[in-house]
Nanobody, 118 residues
């Protein structure tokens, strides 16, 4: 049974920081591209950051320079360090695992709420 379990969400003031964690089980983690997505109310889900199995990263323009994605293959985990948070970062953040050799193999976590509020 595949599980992606996110943690680390919460409420933070503008300019603050949060670190999200995603622990994966039931998959051969090293073979998967891992990503963080977010969905704000009334908006479509968007890719925030991705860390491929080959070791490359990419970020949404809106978070470049503020967010950092990392992965720890030995722990089957991916992280998202979020700094200088803004009101517009408020969303449900979800972890995704995608097998690059077969896009139909695609798993999602349940999501964690991040609220940036003064």
């Amino acid at each position: 049974q595949v599980q992606l379990v996110e943690s680390g969400g919460g409420t933070v003031q503008p300019g603050g920081s949060l670190r999200l964690s995603c622990a994966a089980s039931g998959i051969s983690f090293i073979f998967y591209d891992m990503g963080w997505y977010r969905q704000a109310p009334g908006k479509e889900r968007e890719l925030v950051a991705a860390f491929t199995r080959a070791g490359s990263t990419n970020y949404a323009d809106s978070v470049k320079g503020r967010f950092t994605i990392s992965r720890h293959n030995a722990n089957n985990s991916v992280y998202l360090q979020m700094n200088s948070l803004k009101h517009e970062d408020t969303a449900v953040y979800s972890c995704n695992a995608r097998l690059p050799t077969n896009n139909r193999v695609n798993y999602w976590g349940q999501g964690t709420q991040v609220t940036v509020s003064s």
